[in-house]
């Protein structure tokens, strides 16, 4: 008999058994005649009877008072019931006693399905190979209560549900001592979404870390372009038709042209290149641009378009966003090459703030949706977790530079928006992009129109770049198409010639970012002496500098590097032929 309540019920139930049997035996003793007194010894017999009756019934009723075990028990039982996450008790052979609702959940076991089952089977490398951040198997039970109250998150423990599937977790451990033996009382918390948060943080990092160095090797690069470029035209403009020379000035030219192409996808994905936002209507893009991708597309793929009429407009660069249309229809055409069938869907959806707290930079609020799905070939998680990394590709060498859907992270990601994919091997892969909802119209600045003559001009330029052979490019350009050109090196030279310039200044060319003072702040000091003073800025990308340096993006002409001489000069004058209202 090993509880003590269960002792005295049989001791109790003994002696009323025994009382039973002395009454019925004294009854037939009992006197015949009436008045007949009971004789001495049967007395003495039953009041010994009685005494033992009443010993016998407050034994019994001793036996409902708990032990100090089962109050243990109960306590334990309360603790985890209102413990938020999954919890245990487990005894020196790590057998499961208690648990709780919670930890049934987690495990996918019913409740009653639990006590009796192994510690290691639901933490399968909590005592991997017999040490961990816990110590020994055998000497965690042996150390002092106020040791090993610990808490285990950096190991990597897994916890294994009944399926077989299994989820990271964090175990925290504290003992409780009862009746002499020590009981441990594990507290499990899954962390999946933890660690998913975890990981997507790190993945933005990473994608944020590329492109400021895709961004700052793309600006340097495009100074060198734009020379390359310029002085390739310049010196092709200077030669006759026939001339052997120009086939190899050709060549320059186009090689130029392709590396400055490369360029602008590492800006775009960097988010440093300039967008003109203005008010775009999805279901209008993708007709439009649908025309262009039945020339890239064969003939064994299928377009379908899916489009919601209720389709709120968006605020985007309309050039970038159906370039971004076309990079996700272009990776989709890859991963068919037997063939298969492209959705391009558009709709509305609203991303809460439980979404966003998952992603990255990206606000909660109402979302314009362009979806492309196709029954290509999928991607497994290793591919998905790169997908949008710069010169990453699955493609053949040859076949791809890597940079179509790194391309379309960054213009997502400069509009304000978010980009989501979703594939596994076998089942396609379905591409979301998320849009902010136009609120009003954008102002943006018309691009100088094209025109059948290259003009010309008399007025003062100041030029400023600290990059030499752009600023000689630049200089010798303006003065073959009569303009006067003020030469700076930098911020401080320019501001220094602009106050020892007598004549009036009509146009500002600057460079954004140069040593000493940058563009933007040339173009305020300049603008204070003189207040009509046109201002052009050049730049590889658009850095956020300019805005935060109160000038407004709307009110400024920026002209991206690379660029061709003829560009400058059509924009100098079609600046300079602008209302004073339309220019800063």
């Not at 109160?550 to 032929?577: C, H, N, W, Y």
């Amino acid at each position: 008999m090993n509880s003590p309540r269960t002792l005295f019920l049989v001791v109790s139930l003994a002696v009323l058994v025994c009382a039973l049997a002395l009454a019925v035996g004294l009854s037939r003793m009992a006197p015949s005649a009436p008045g007949e007194a009971w004789p001495e010894s049967v007395r003495f017999v039953l009041m010994l009877l009685a005494c033992l009756s009443v010993i016998g019934v407050g034994w019994w009723l001793m036996s409902f008072d708990r032990s100090p075990r089962e109050a243990l028990r109960d306590r334990l039982r309360i603790l985890l019931e209102v413990a938020p996450d999954a919890a245990l008790v487990c005894r020196q052979d790590r057998k499961i006693l208690m648990a709780n609702e919670a930890a049934a959940r987690l495990f996918g076991f019913k409740l009653k399905e639990l006590p009796g089952r192994s510690l290691e089977e639901l933490i399968p490398n909590l005592f991997a190979g017999q040490t961990s951040s816990l110590g020994s198997q055998d000497t965690l039970f042996k150390s002092p209560s106020s040791a090993w109250r610990i808490s285990l998150g950096a190991d990597n423990l897994i916890g294994r549900r009944k399926d077989g599937s299994e989820t990271p977790i964090e175990v925290s451990f504290a003992p409780v001592d009862a009746d002499g033996r020590r009981l441990m009382v594990c507290f499990i918390r899954d962390i999946a979404e933890r660690k998913n948060l975890e990981e997507r943080v790190q993945q933005s990092q990473k994608l944020e870390a590329i492109g400021r160095l895709a961004g700052g090797v793309a600006h340097d690069f495009n100074n060198l372009l734009t020379a390359i470029l310029g002085y390739a035209e310049l010196l092709l403009h200077g030669l006759p038709p026939g001339d052997p020379t120009r086939e190899g000035l050709e060549e320059i030219k186009r090689a130029a042209e392709r590396a400055a192409s490369l360029t602008q996808q590492l800006l775009a994905f960097g988010r440093k290149q300039m967008l003109q936002p203005t008010v775009v209507d999805l279901n209008a893009l993708v007709h439009e641009t649908q025309k262009m991708l039945r020339r890239l597309i064969p003939e064994d793929i299928e377009i379908r378009l899916e489009l919601d009429p209720d389709t709120q407009p968006v605020r985007a660069d309309p050039t970038q966003t159906q370039q971004v249309l076309v990079n996700l229809v272009l990776n989709a055409r890859d991963a068919m090459p037997r063939g298969g069938t492209i959705t391009i869907s558009t709709g509305n959806d609203e991303l809460t703030r439980s979404q966003v707290r998952r992603l990255s930079d990206v606000r909660a609020g109402p979302y314009a949706v362009l979806t492309v799905t196709d029954t290509g070939c999928g991607m497994d998680e290793a591919t998905l977790a790169r997908v949008f990394e710069p010169f990453f590709t699955t493609k053949v060498q040859g076949k791809g530079t890597g940079l179509g859907l790194a391309t379309a992270y960054g213009i997502v990601k400069q509009s304000g928006g978010h980009i989501e994919v979703e594939s596994e091997p076998g089942q396609g892969t379905t591409f979301r992009v998320y849009l902010p909802i136009a609120e009003e119209s954008i102002p943006t600045v018309p691009v100088a129109q094209e025109l059948t003559r290259t003009p010309v001009g008399t007025e003062t330029v100041l030029l400023a770049e600290d990059e030499a052979a752009v600023r000689s490019l630049l200089r010798r350009t303006l003065e073959q198409k009569g303009y006067v050109v003020l030469e700076a090196c930098n911020g401080k030279e320019a501001l220094q010639l602009c106050r020892e310039h007598d004549g009036p200044i009509h146009v500002l060319l600057t460079d954004v970012v140069m040593p000493h003072l940058n563009g933007p702040e040339l173009a305020r000091q300049v603008q204070l002496l003189h207040p009509d003073v046109r201002v052009i800025f050049l730049s590889g990308y658009a850095d956020s500098a300019v805005l935060q340096r109160g000038l407004d993006q709307s009110q400024a002409v920026f002209v991206p590097k690379p660029f061709r001489p003829e560009t400058i000069i059509r924009m100098v004058r079609e600046v300079l032929d602008r209302p004073q209202s339309q220019t800063a």
